[in-house]
Nanobody
Framework: QVQLVESGGGLVQVGGSLRLSCIASGGSFERYSVAWFRQALGKEREFVAY????????YYEGSVRGRFTISRDNAKNTAYLQMDRLSPEDTAVYYC????????????????WGQGTQVTVSS
């Protein structure tokens, strides 16, 4: 099974950028679809973006579309989330998730999760 470790979170000002990384180990990364979710304090974990195994398909939640970009490098066993034009509403713990097979925006479809990385956007 695959293990996931996120990094790249931190404190950024409104309008700034961050790039999150998700490094996978213990499995054949190219077999897994990858998604990013986030959970703000007191709220449920929500979908942000996903990318397919073969990098030919991606999908974004409406509020991040056009500002965030999901990508992956299967040779490096790493997925990324480039976040631009950040706003305070983007403040949350960001989680990387993986599943065998097709990508999904449903949290319940993902079996493998990282520990999360905190993103704080200050105004």
């Amino acid at each position: 099974q695959v293990q996931l470790v996120e990094s790249g979170g931190g404190l950024v000002q409104v309008g700034g950028s961050l790039r999150l990384s998700c490094i996978a180990s213990g499995g054949s990364f190219e077999r897994y679809s990858v998604a990013w979710f986030r959970q703000a304090l007191g709220k449920e974990r929500e979908f942000v973006a996903y990318i397919s195994r073969s990098v030919d398909s991606s999908y974004y939640e409406g509020s991040v579309r056009g500002r965030f970009t999901i990508s992956r490098d299967n040779a490096k066993n790493t997925a990324y989330l480039q976040m631009d034009r950040l706003s305070p509403e983007d403040t949350a713990v960001y989680y990387c998730a993986a599943r065998l097979g097709y990508a999904s925006a449903s949290r319940g479809e993902y079996k493998y999760w990282g520990q999360g990385t905190q993103v704080t956007v200050s105004s």
